[in-house]
């Protein structure tokens, strides 16, 4: 058994200090992942609360035949989705950033950042698994597993985001040349 699969057991058997230490080991990244799905950092520090409760309350309901990182971040994705559409999807609009060269820069660095970019380019689900995929290291069944979509599914998708990412940041690289 390792020591995350002896925290679970002993959680479940009632001991909080084990859970803590769950905590502990998952918050960081849990919290990370949600940040990029939640409007602004205090929306997912609640998401966080929110995932933790709802963890230690079901969590006789784990099935240790996935992996526990897996069983957390769906339930977080579960919570998000019963709140509705997160206040930080809708993207917002630079006005007239030709005429005023701070919002040219402001526009050029969003550009150029690539997990901003993936927020604007991809579908929730699908930048969710790019997230899930290149951040937190998960694979492929385990991404499968937190979206409830095949293994085909995430694999096809993430290839096409790949190339959606490829194709918009080279458009974008491209139309920095005509500034510089």
């Not at 709802?54 to 006789?60: E, G, P, S, V």
């Not at 992996?67 to 957390?72: A, D, G, M, Y």
């Not at 969710?128 to 694979?139: N, P």
């Not at 490829?166 to 690289?173: C, G, H, I, P, T």
Request: glycine share 4%; proline share 1%; with cysteine.
């Amino acid at each position: 058994m390792s020591d995350t699969e002896d925290l679970i057991e002993a959680a479940k058997a009632g001991s909080v200090s084990a859970f803590t230490e769950l905590v502990h080991e998952y918050r960081e990244g849990l919290l990370r992942f949600l940040v990029t799905r939640s409007g602004s950092f205090a929306d997912a520090e609640d998401a966080l609360q929110d995932a933790l409760i709802n963890a230690y309350r079901y969590l006789d309901s784990y099935d240790s035949r996935w992996r526990f990182s897996t069983w957390l971040y769906r339930i977080a994705l579960r919570n998000l989705a019963s709140q509705g559409p997160a206040a930080g999807a809708a993207e917002r609009e630079l006005v007239d950033e030709e005429a005023d060269p701070l919002l040219h820069c402001i526009a050029h660095s969003e550009r150029q950042n690539l997990w901003l970019t993936a927020r604007r380019v991809l579908s929730d689900d699908v930048f969710t698994a790019m997230w899930l995929r290149y951040v937190e290291d998960a694979s492929i069944n385990d991404i499968s597993r937190v979206l409830d979509r095949s293994g085909s599914w995430t694999k096809v998708n993430l290839l096409r985001a790949r190339k959606a990412l490829d194709a918009e940041l080279n458009k974008a690289a491209n139309g920095s040349k005509a500034y510089g």
